[in-house]
């Protein structure tokens, strides 16, 4: 059974970092794009951030660019998001997902879903 679990979220004011982590588990994702996208109330699911594992290509949206780092480890099955200089804009529940190589910033293309974790910045 294959499982991504998030943790990591919280609360944080306004111009503090937060380092989310994606472990996956039930299968090896070698050949695998591993991406993050978040939802707000009221709001549709957006894409974040994306890496090949296979290069390490990365992607981001342009409201993260610069301020987000989205990494992976392929030993420990886990991605990772360090969010610096974060804003009250930047709340959310981030959810990890995985999906066949290519995927990048398509939402139709991930296979399979963590939960997600909230984050909460207040300004």
């Known amino acids: 059974q294959v499982q991504l679990v998030e943790s990591g979220g919280g609360l944080v004011q306004a111009g503090g970092s937060l380092r989310l982590s994606c472990a996956a588990s039930?299968?090896?994702?070698?050949?695998?794009?591993m991406g993050w996208f978040r939802q707000a109330p009221g709001k549709e699911r957006e894409f974040v951030a994306a890496?090949?594992?296979?290069?390490?290509?990365?992607y981001y949206a342009d409201s993260v660019k610069g301020r987000f780092t989205i990494s992976g480890d392929t030993a420990k099955n886990t991605a990772y998001l360090q969010m610096n200089s974060l804003k009250p804009e930047d709340t959310a529940v981030y959810s990890c997902?995985?999906?066949?190589?290519?995927?990048?910033?398509?939402?139709?293309?991930?296979?399979?879903w963590g939960q997600g974790t909230q984050v909460t910045v207040s300004s």
């Open positions: 039930g299968r090896t994702f070698s050949n695998y794009d």
């Open positions: 890496i090949s594992v296979i290069g390490g290509r990365t």
């Open positions: 997902a995985a999906g066949p190589y290519g995927s990048a910033r398509q939402s139709r293309q991930y296979d399979y």
